[in-house]
């Protein structure tokens, strides 16, 4: 974090008074965050020595923007974990980053079992260390984000500054972000690529970090309004839910764009959502393994913006291939696969950087389904495995919920399997929607309507207030199979 410390030193230099950061507590200018920032350094090189590897409870504060500072002045790198992790994922995280300092609140140091302290800082969390034996291990890295963990153990994910101001130049550009311009940080800070685009970008841009450190949709759409955001970057259920909870029509018109990734999207829900907030919405497709790699723009077109994920960043490159790993023409579905500046360095394991596993040309496997299309724009098709098997025959889980999405009041959707003795799995549906008497007769219509075939069609249909969401935000599908189940339980069977 070396060169953003040097930008907010410039920064300082001329408006020594400028607000950085609103959080919570109120605002923090730069010099402020700065000398919070020395103030932690020293501690921790006095015992750490230079180029320390610190574990962090990343909460959406001004303690994590000094953490990243602190370790950048001392040519570190910033681990992050979430404080709601267990003592178990807690343990996993230190195995795998094996950290030279953890710092984190008193009621997670004691609950984590970190060890014994020696000392408060940062306005009274506690930390401890050791004296740091290789500063050479990251291989560059100056980050470590935890992945959700939605479908295993957490892997801690390296990514290096050069990746990280990449990025951040990319979107800065493709936004048409200004010099100053405020960005909200809705997404909690303890992942790579939130790190990057909630906090790393602004303090590059120049411009105040507006920090929500808790999830309310409402209290979301006022906190933009008030600090007059110009951007942010959410997963879409947080954009469908501020378009709900927002009290009037266009109190984000001031903002240029607000993009959203990392989840099932429905270009009809985001067209409702957009138009209730006043901003443009813009598609973008990235993972922490390689930070936002595509992106729309907010002057194409609706179905450019909303219907696709955009394209690739220059320097980028990104493709479908078939099942030996052999290119696709224009307009085939594939396997995806990316490359570019943003590509990570690998994940942490025993204190060290594994490096990905890459194809003999230098592309990453993501997991996903890709196809692109004449424009170059791509179109993400679900994971490769989000798969529903019904006596034998697989449906394509983001086929079903784009179809269901079409109904005009569903706000949100998700399709999950439902165990089966006799088929193995059936098709189940989660609702968020504005009617209460909207259930499975009118939706297998509704497919009719648009052509799906009814071998796809799901069995049951179930109203929820909110589709369930993992730490970071991003729908959680594990949840939700499991909401799915119990109330097919208590619910007599339908057939399609």
Avoid at 116 to 128: H, I, K, S
Avoid at 231 to 243: D, F, I, K, R, S
Avoid at 442 to 470: C, S, Y
Wanted: hydrophobic content about 45%.
């Amino acid at each position: 974090m070396r060169e953003l410390v040097a930008d907010l030193d410039t920064w300082s230099a001329t408006t020594p008074d400028a607000v950085a950061v609103v959080d919570a507590s109120g605002p923090h200018t730069v010099q402020s965050l700065l000398a919070r920032a020395d103030a932690l350094a020293a501690s921790l090189e006095e015992v750490t020595g230079p180029r320390p590897t610190l574990l962090v409870q990343a909460d959406n504060t001004w303690r994590t923007v000094v953490a990243a500072l602190a370790v950048g002045r001392l040519a570190g790198t910033l681990g992050l974990i979430s404080r709601h992790s267990t003592r178990d994922e807690f343990a996993a995280a230190v195995e795998d980053i094996a950290p030279d300092a953890v710092v984190c609140a008193p009621e997670r140091f004691d609950a984590w079992a970190v060890g014994e302290p020696l000392g408060d800082v940062l306005d009274g969390w506690r930390w401890t260390g050791h004296r740091a034996v290789d500063p050479d291990r990251w291989a560059g890295g100056v980050v470590i984000g935890l992945t959700s963990g939605s479908t295993g153990r957490a892997k801690g994910v390296v990514q290096s500054e050069e990746s990280l101001r990449y990025a951040g130049r990319q979107t800065i550009e493709a936004v048409g972000l200004a010099p100053g311009d405020a960005v909200g940080a809705l997404v909690p800070v303890s992942s790579a690529a939130a790190v990057c685009f909630g906090l790393y970008l602004p303090l590059m841009l120049g411009g105040t970090v507006v920090l929500a450190d808790k999830w309310d949709p409402a209290a979301a759409v006022a906190l933009l309004a008030e600090h007059e955001v110009r951007w942010t970057m959410c997963v879409p259920t947080m954009a469908l839910q501020m378009g709900s909870a927002a009290p009037d029509e266009g109190l984000l018109r001031g903002m240029k764009a607000m993009t959203v990734g990392g989840g099932p999207m429905d270009s009809g829900a985001l067209a409702r959502a957009e138009r209730r907030l006043g901003t443009k919405v813009l598609r973008v497709f990235g993972m922490s393994e390689c930070l936002g790699h595509t992106t729309s723009r907010p002057a194409e077109a609706e179905e450019v913006r909303l219907a696709t994920d955009g394209i690739p960043f220059p320097g980028t490159d990104l493709r479908a291939v078939d099942e030996h790993g052999s290119p696709l023409p224009v307009g085939e579905v594939g396997r995806a696969q990316v490359r570019g500046p943003s590509l990570f360095a690998g994940y942490a394991r025993a204190g060290r950087v594994a490096a990905p596993e890459l194809t003999a040309d230098g592309f990453f496997p993501t997991g996903d389904l890709l196809v692109t299309h004449p424009d170059g724009t791509v179109s993400i098709r679900g994971r490769e495995k989000d798969i529903i098997i019904r006596g034998g025959r697989n449906l394509d889980v983001t086929e079903i919920e784009t179809a269901v999405a079409r109904h005009p009041h569903v706000d949100q959707v998700c399709v999950v399997p439902v165990p089966d003795e006799l088929l193995g799995e059936r098709v189940a549906v989660l609702l968020v929607t504005d009617r209460s008497d909207l259930g499975l007769p009118e939706i297998q219509e509704h497919l009719t309507a648009v052509g799906l075939m009814k071998a796809k069609w799901p069995e049951f249909v179930f109203r929820v207030d909110a589709l369930p969401q993992n730490r970071v935000g991003k729908l959680s599908r594990v949840d939700a199979a499991r909401i799915a189940r119990e109330l097919r339980d208590v619910v007599p069977a339908s057939t399609a």
